[in-house]
């Protein structure tokens, strides 16, 4: 059986939400309706490592659409809605994830994701984070000096890598040099991924072409600002069922994410606070119309604190013991350490209790003096850990980057080895691809108008590096 999911019986669920994501994800079905009659992507071996989510089953099949020979995998081992995994292993497409993987599991999910029935790779890479392309690539590396593979580690998941690679190189020597040699690239979706393309790419590691999604201005507007706009409150209210209106709210950190929340929070008609490091950010929270002041300053009156920063140790373990009774504590920026929860639990008399389990982790901490505050997802991200993430819209947005990033990279297969940006033309259809099912109307720029301008008709509209 070419598919490993935890029950292939909810395909009839997991079918249902795809058909109301669809609804909800114009960019693609525009991208299916558009291009898919041309068959871009016709018999292109394309691996997915990415969260294998409803909304990730209709990226999926917008490439299958496009004519692709899909495998997929997800890129997190708690990520999977495994009712999406087990509807798209019953169309057929080879999906090896779900919720609750081990480390172990993950690499061989990866692996086989990696690796059709006749033995061979990809042609194309879909990637977050990067795992498929650091299996390829530590592969490879591995064939020409194995002694890597034996380096001491205390990190447990490289010691699962080195392990699965080593079984590799016993039963499949030369393996990852042939897989390597046919990648055209990989087209990939996070900060993080294309942080450590960018490095191998200095290293003169790079061993095929890379398209960051990551910074396409339709990517990240919507990862960051609009996405979190959503997602911030529908965390908070689902782990609490708290009114907002009214309260105090703090937000730490006015970036992309900080300025979402913050709307989201004053759209709520909550009294909000910003906290920020950077004199720029904090003169654009002052001209929106938030006070910009400390946590410390906050102590005394807020009600809800919400970290943004991708900083660490924002909210302390004293800051909670400091906070109003009953106050909620939450993170939307970086994965786990915006809020000191190791050190809050090693606080002599602090008692922790579990308000609710994992589906929404709530947990209340009460202080000696008698006052308690809630963490919400055990500090980790509340709109993924109480909430389903973002909603589809949103990532019909990065979806729409990935797939138009894999048909310029079938058309282009022969660029040289480096990180690109997906060009500005690109970014500028994702957005076109999106404004008919919002009903928008575009206005068309008259010739005399773009030579007065001095820009091309046909666009890009803005200079490369425009900041909207
Ligand atoms: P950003 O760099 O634009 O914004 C972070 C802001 O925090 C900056 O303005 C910085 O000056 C400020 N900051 C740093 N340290 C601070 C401190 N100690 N106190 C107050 N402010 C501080 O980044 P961003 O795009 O807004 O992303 C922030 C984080 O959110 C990142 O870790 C990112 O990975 C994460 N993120 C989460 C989601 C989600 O769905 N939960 C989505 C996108 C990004
Ligand atoms: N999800 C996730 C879910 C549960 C979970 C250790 C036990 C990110 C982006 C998209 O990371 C995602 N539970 C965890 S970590 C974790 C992570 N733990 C930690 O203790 C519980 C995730 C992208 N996305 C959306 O936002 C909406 N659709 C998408 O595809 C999905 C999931």
Redesign the pocket.
């Known amino acids: 059986m070419d598919y490993q999911v935890a029950d292939i019986s909810l395909a009839e669920f997991g079918r249902k939400e795809i058909v109301i994501a669809e609804h909800e994800m114009p960019g693609l079905m525009a991208t299916r309706a558009k291009y898919g009659p041309d068959k871009p992507l016709k018999g292109i071996k394309i691996t997915g490592s990415l969260?294998m989510?409803?909304?990730?089953a209709v990226l999926i099949e917008t490439l299958v659409e496009l004519g692709a020979d899909v495998r997929w995998c997800s890129c997190?081992i708690?990520?999977t809605q495994d009712h999406a995994a087990a509807a798209i292993a019953a169309t057929g497409v080879p999906v090896f994830a779900w919720k609750g993987e081990t480390l172990d599991d993950y690499w061989e999910c990866t692996y086989r994701a990696l690796t059709w029935p006749d033995g061979s790779g990809p042609d194309q890479i879909v990637d977050d984070g990067g795992d498929a392309t650091l299996m390829i690539h530590r592969g490879y590396l591995a064939e020409d000096k194995s002694a890597i593979l034996d380096e001491p580690t205390d990190n447990h998941e490289l010691a699962v890598i080195n392990h699965l690679l080593k079984r590799m190189l016993k039963e499949s020597p030369g393996h990852w040099h042939k897989v390597a040699s046919k990648v055209v690239g990989v087209s990939e979706e996070t900060t993080t991924g294309v942080n450590r393309l960018s490095q191998m790419a200095m290293r003169g590691e790079l061993l095929f072409q890379a398209v960051n999604v990551n910074d396409s201005v339709t990517k990240s507007k919507f990862d960051n600002v609009y996405?979190c706009r959503h997602s911030l409150p529908d965390g908070i209210k689902r782990a609490m069922d708290v009114l907002i209106s009214g309260k105090t709210v703090m937000v730490c950190g006015y970036g992309d994410v900080g300025k979402g929340s913050a709307e989201a929070m004053r759209n709520e008609r909550a009294q909000v606070l910003v906290s920020e490091i950077d004199p720029i950010c904090a003169l654009q929270a002052c001209m929106a119309g938030f006070r910009v002041c400390t946590v410390e300053d906050a102590l005394p009156i807020a009600d809800i604190y919400v970290t943004a920063t991708g900083n660490k140790n924002v909210i302390t373990a004293k800051h909670m013991s400091q906070m109003k009774d009953q106050a909620i504590v939450c993170n939307i920026g970086h994965f786990d350490n915006e809020i000191e929860v190791n050190q809050l639990e090693a606080m002599p008399g602090v008692v922790k209790e579990e308000i609710k389990g994992?589906y929404c982790p709530v947990h209340r901490y009460r202080f000696p003096d008698g006052h308690a505050i809630y963490l919400l997802a055990?500090g980790?991200?509340v709109n993924?850990?109480c909430a389903?993430?973002?909603p589809s819209f949103v990532?019909s947005n990065s979806f729409t980057n990935q797939t138009l990033a894999q048909i310029d990279m079938a058309a282009n297969p022969k660029r040289a080895i480096n990180v690109y940006r997906l060009s500005k033309q690109l970014d500028e259809e994702v957005a076109r691809l999106h404004l008919a099912k919002l009903g928008a109307q575009l206005t068309t720029m008259s010739h005399d108008q773009a030579e007065y301008l001095g820009i091309d008709i046909n666009g890009p509209f803005k200079p490369e590096h425009y900041r909207y």
Do not use: D, Y
Not at 53 to 56: A, D, G, N, R, V
């Open positions: 969260h989510t409803i909304q990730t997190n708690f990520s996405g994992s055990e980790r991200l993924l850990g389903t993430g973002h990532m």
